[in-house]
């Protein structure tokens, strides 16, 4: 049974920061790619940062210079450091990974989700 698990949201103040962990947890062979979305009130969920197996990552426009992602090396975890919080920040964050689990099957899970809210 394969398991995504985020943590880290929380309450911020404009150009705060706050930094999210995702982990994979279960019988997995590979991870292809894991993927932060948010997904705002009202609105649809949108990918906001991808890294690849390779350790190439992508950024939205919207977070471009202000959020980095990284994976831990020998572990199935990434984190997202979200630095100078904005209002239109706030969001539940959600983690999507795209893997092959031990059967040789490719599939994608979805965390929980952890809200982030920014606010004054």
């Known amino acids: 049974q394969v398991q995504v698990v985020e943590s880290g949201g929380g309450l911020v103040q404009p150009g705060g920061s706050l930094r999210l962990s995702c982990a994979v947890h279960?019988?997995?062979?590979?991870?292809?790619?894991l993927d932060w979305y948010s997904q705002a009130p009202g609105k649809q969920r949108e990918k906001v940062a991808s890294i690849t197996a390779r350790g190439t990552t992508t950024y939205s426009d919207s977070v471009q210079g202000r959020f980095t992602l990284w994976k831990e090396r020998n572990r199935d975890v990434v984190w997202l450091q979200m630095d100078d919080l904005k209002s239109e920040d706030t969001a539940v964050y959600y983690c999507h990974a795209n893997l092959v689990d031990s059967l040789g099957l490719g599939d994608n899970y979805w965390g929980q989700g952890t809200q982030v809210t920014v606010s004054s």
């Open positions: 279960g019988e997995i062979v590979s991870i292809n790619q």
